[in-house]
Protein backbone atom coordinates (compact mmCIF):
# COMPACT_ATOMS: atom_id res chain seq x y z
CA UNK A 1 0.00 0.00 0.00
CA UNK A 2 0.84 2.99 -1.22
CA UNK A 3 1.83 5.73 1.88
CA UNK A 4 3.27 8.67 3.05
CA UNK A 5 3.38 10.16 6.75
CA UNK A 6 4.23 13.05 7.62
CA UNK A 7 5.26 14.59 10.91
CA UNK A 8 7.33 17.56 12.56
CA UNK A 9 4.15 20.36 12.72
CA UNK A 10 3.37 22.43 15.14
CA UNK A 11 3.30 25.96 16.68
CA UNK A 12 6.42 28.00 16.20
CA UNK A 13 7.54 31.78 17.26
CA UNK A 14 8.80 33.98 14.15
CA UNK A 15 12.39 33.57 13.76
CA UNK A 16 11.95 29.58 14.74
CA UNK A 17 13.10 26.40 13.62
CA UNK A 18 11.12 23.29 12.75
CA UNK A 19 12.08 19.94 10.88
CA UNK A 20 9.18 18.17 9.26
CA UNK A 21 9.61 14.52 8.70
CA UNK A 22 7.82 11.71 5.82
CA UNK A 23 8.09 7.78 6.27
CA UNK A 24 6.97 6.76 2.75
CA UNK A 25 6.19 3.04 2.43
CA UNK A 26 4.50 0.46 -0.40
CA UNK A 27 6.54 2.31 -3.64
CA UNK A 28 10.53 2.55 -4.48
CA UNK A 29 11.04 5.03 -2.83
CA UNK A 30 14.93 5.39 -3.50
CA UNK A 31 13.99 5.98 -7.22
CA UNK A 32 11.64 8.47 -7.02
CA UNK A 33 12.15 12.33 -7.01
CA UNK A 34 10.59 13.43 -3.79
CA UNK A 35 8.60 16.64 -2.80
CA UNK A 36 7.26 19.22 0.00
CA UNK A 37 4.27 21.37 -0.78
CA UNK A 38 2.10 23.72 1.63
CA UNK A 39 -1.31 24.82 1.11
CA UNK A 40 -3.27 27.40 3.15
CA UNK A 41 -7.21 26.91 3.23
CA UNK A 42 -8.46 29.15 0.62
CA UNK A 43 -5.68 28.79 -1.86
CA UNK A 44 -3.69 26.76 -4.12
CA UNK A 45 -1.05 23.71 -3.56
CA UNK A 46 2.47 25.15 -3.33
CA UNK A 47 5.52 23.64 -4.40
CA UNK A 48 8.14 24.57 -1.93
CA UNK A 49 11.18 22.04 -2.52
CA UNK A 50 12.17 18.69 -4.39
CA UNK A 51 14.97 16.84 -4.55
CA UNK A 52 16.44 14.53 -6.66
CA UNK A 53 16.81 10.11 -5.69
CA UNK A 54 20.18 10.41 -5.63
CA UNK A 55 22.24 13.73 -4.62
CA UNK A 56 22.24 16.58 -6.80
CA UNK A 57 20.96 20.14 -6.44
CA UNK A 58 17.62 20.22 -5.09
CA UNK A 59 15.12 22.88 -5.91
CA UNK A 60 13.33 25.57 -4.19
CA UNK A 61 10.61 27.95 -4.17
CA UNK A 62 11.84 31.12 -4.60
CA UNK A 63 9.97 32.13 -1.23
CA UNK A 64 12.03 29.82 0.77
CA UNK A 65 15.38 29.66 -0.21
CA UNK A 66 18.00 30.32 1.90
CA UNK A 67 15.77 28.96 4.88
CA UNK A 68 14.24 25.97 3.86
CA UNK A 69 16.72 22.23 3.22
CA UNK A 70 15.22 19.57 2.16
CA UNK A 71 17.18 15.79 2.22
CA UNK A 72 16.26 11.82 2.00
CA UNK A 73 18.00 8.87 3.88
CA UNK A 74 16.99 6.44 1.26
CA UNK A 75 17.70 3.57 3.43
CA UNK A 76 15.37 4.40 5.61
CA UNK A 77 12.65 5.20 3.20
CA UNK A 78 12.16 9.22 5.14
CA UNK A 79 12.43 12.56 3.65
CA UNK A 80 13.14 15.42 5.65
CA UNK A 81 12.57 19.76 5.60
CA UNK A 82 14.28 21.89 7.82
CA UNK A 83 13.18 25.33 7.86
CA UNK A 84 14.81 27.95 9.52
CA UNK A 85 13.96 31.50 10.27
CA UNK A 86 10.23 30.85 9.65
CA UNK A 87 7.94 33.66 9.45
CA UNK A 88 4.02 33.62 9.41
CA UNK A 89 3.65 33.40 5.63
CA UNK A 90 4.67 30.08 6.16
CA UNK A 91 2.02 28.96 8.07
CA UNK A 92 0.35 26.05 5.93
CA UNK A 93 -0.27 22.27 6.04
CA UNK A 94 2.48 20.75 4.69
CA UNK A 95 2.60 17.86 2.69
CA UNK A 96 5.23 15.16 1.60
CA UNK A 97 4.77 14.00 -2.09
CA UNK A 98 5.96 12.26 -4.95
CA UNK A 99 5.45 14.39 -7.83
CA UNK A 100 5.35 11.10 -10.79
CA UNK A 101 2.75 9.25 -9.00
CA UNK A 102 0.62 12.21 -7.37
CA UNK A 103 0.99 11.19 -4.23
CA UNK A 104 0.37 12.94 -1.19
CA UNK A 105 0.36 12.42 2.50
CA UNK A 106 -2.50 13.88 5.09
CA UNK A 107 -0.26 16.73 5.69
CA UNK A 108 1.29 18.27 8.97
CA UNK A 109 -0.10 21.69 10.18
CA UNK A 110 2.92 24.53 10.46
CA UNK A 111 1.50 27.90 12.39
CA UNK A 112 3.90 30.56 13.02
CA UNK A 113 2.73 33.22 15.19
CA UNK A 114 4.08 34.81 18.36
Known amino acids: QLQLVESGGGLVQPGGSLTLSCAAS????????MAWARQVPGQGLERVARIQPYGGPADYADSVKGRFTISRDNAKSALYLQMNNLNPEDTAVYYC???????RGQGTQVTVSS
Open 26 to 33: GFFFEGED
Open 97 to 103: NVPRLEL
